[in-house]
């Protein structure tokens, strides 16, 4: 069983920048499309952000669009999201997931959340006002 580790996460004040990584021990994920989630507490989990198996034109969901920027490194088997401009309500538990085998993400949309798996135990972000 494959799984991933979440790193990067903390207390920030609103307008700060975090910058998360997920790894996948004695895995790897670079022929994967990969995605960042979130969820906060009461609310169901979504896709923040997600990227295709060879990089490309990554998708965003609309509340984090010219905020957050998706990236990886396949020579690392490292997934980031860097987070700028930090809101109280991105205020969540981050995860993030391995999805499909050579998956392709459409910038248009952010996946379904069922086409990925393998979750971490997430990080936790907080942004204070």
């Known amino acids: 069983q494959v799984h991933v580790v979440e790193s990067g996460g903390g207390l920030v004040q609103a307008g700060g920048s975090l910058r998360l990584s997920c790894t996948a021990p004695g895995h790897t994920f670079v022929a994967n499309a990969m995605g960042w989630f979130r969820q906060a507490p009461g609310q169901e989990r979504e896709c923040v952000a997600a990227?295709?198996?060879?990089?490309?034109?990554?998708s965003y969901t609309d509340s984090v669009k010219g905020r957050f920027t998706i990236s990886r490194d396949n020579d690392r088997n490292t997934l980031y999201l860097q987070m700028n401009s930090l809101k109280p309500e991105d205020t969540a538990v981050y995860y993030c997931a391995i999805g499909p085998r050579y998956g392709i993400v459409v910038d248009t949309t952010v996946p379904r959340i069922a086409e990925y798996g393998n979750w971490g135990q997430g990080t936790q972000v907080t942004v204070s006002s």
């Open positions: 990227i295709s198996w060879f990089g490309g034109q990554p």
